[in-house]
């Protein structure tokens, strides 16, 4: 067992692209797992740490949504074996704590608080550049080549999936997918309205269309995204720059709102748009996460006499082996078409191309696929 050098993307200071460069992992220390990773999905969070929005310890490797195959354990590891393929998930709950045994493992008190300290759960760092120690991001960074991290970061799913579908329930999927399934319980007959149709919101059209919505309605200023919205399972789309998403809704719904209303852009007036869209009783699921400091406003005596739930969720509120497996089960039965989410590939080489590629509103999602195992 020893560790080797392998490529990374590697932010050195927020405002600057990322660089790849030779970058050393060390060997799996106890509970840790190395993996090999197939395939790594760029997301709007790894954006807005390389911006400094979202302050994050650098220099570091990005990237926290990835699927790979068991490499190595360490000492003590019962979960996985070298050649299971995993699903990583970025909060390695520790099941013991009052969270995760309440059935709300993304909440763990012992993992969530330190999604952006920059370490594995023990503190330790595995990754360096020449000789000096780099951070980890959200317990994972899977812009390399490689991975050490909690084996409770592992979840592990059938092999016969592509790796580069998997790699996206690790993040944008499971967001989606759990505010509307796990968080708003969407009912059958309701109507979801869905603002953003990145990779997050078209997540959560496809879950609203599986959970049996009569209306689902995204909402997004992208042409392309809206058409693909309109393919993966919304049956109506509004474009914010020509109608009034509340309008579309009110039309569909007599005058009565939706029933969930689901904000994946991480916007602060797009919450105060989706509370008038939500009727009574409704239910408005903030899933993108907004700048440091912003806040939201809303009307409040509709609060009250609306009976209005307005609620956050975080990874979609999910239980990361009962629901990641589960989701992959809904593709592989052809009922969840993730794939229509890859937009386009990268190599590692290109990383700052896709992240030009996602700012300029071109991708649901790009993914990075690492040519040493490639995606089956
Ligand atoms: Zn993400
Ligand atoms: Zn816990």
């Not at 310890?57 to 195959?69: F, I, M, Q």
């Not at 809303?298 to 956050?312: D, N, Q, S, W, Y």
Request: aromatic fraction near 6%; charged fraction near 20%; glycine fraction near 12%.
């Amino acid at each position: 067992m020893s560790g080797y050098v392998m490529r990374a993307a590697v932010l050195f200071a927020p405002r600057e692209a990322l660089k790849v460069v030779d970058v050393e992992l060390a060997e799996p220390g106890p509970g840790e797992v190395r993996v090999r990773l197939a395939a790594s999905g760029v997301c709007a969070s790894d954006w807005h740490t390389m911006t400094g929005a979202i302050p994050s310890p650098t220099p570091s490797v990005l990237g926290h949504e990835g699927a790979g195959v068991v490499e190595e354990v360490g000492a003590g590891v019962r979960d996985v074996k070298p050649g299971d393929h995993v699903v990583l998930s970025w909060v390695p709950s520790c099941g013991r704590c009052r969270y995760c045994e309440s059935g709300r493992p993304n909440l763990c008190s012992v993992a969530a608080p330190f999604l952006l300290a920059g370490t594995l759960v023990s503190g330790a760092r595995r990754l360096s550049y020449q000789g000096q120690p780099l951070y980890h991001y959200s317990f994972l960074s899977t812009f390399a080549e490689a991975v050490v991290v909690d084996e409770a970061c592992c979840i592990p799913v059938r092999p016969d999936v592509p790796l580069s579908v998997a790699a996206l329930v690790g993040c944008a999927v499971m967001t989606g997918f759990g505010a509307v399934v796990n968080r708003a319980r969407a009912e059958p007959g309701s109507t979801v309205i869905v603002y953003g149709a990145g990779g997050v919101g078209l997540s959560a059209v496809m879950a609203a269309r599986l959970s049996g919505a009569q209306h689902v309605i995204a909402v997004d200023p992208v042409a392309s995204k809206r058409a693909l919205a309109l393919e993966v399972g919304a049956t109506h789309v509004a474009d914010p720059g020509e109608d009034d998403p509340g309008e579309v809704v009110s039309s569909l719904t007599a005058g009565d709102g939706a029933d969930v209303a689901i904000e994946s852009a991480g916007r602060t007036e797009l919450v105060a748009a989706a509370f008038a869209a939500t009727r009574r009783g409704g239910t408005i699921v903030c899933v993108g996460i907004p700048a440091a400091d912003a806040t939201i406003v809303l009307p409040g005596p509709a609060m009250v006499r609306h009976e209005k739930i307005v609620t956050g969720s975080l990874y979609g509120s999910c239980r990361p082996r009962v629901d990641m497996p589960k989701i992959l089960d809904l593709y592989a039965s052809g009922r969840l078409p993730l794939d229509r989410l890859v937009s386009r590939t990268y190599g590692l080489d290109d990383i700052n191309v896709a992240f030009d590629d996602m700012v300029a509103g071109k991708l649901a999602r790009g993914v990075v696929e690492f040519s040493a195992l490639g995606a089956p």
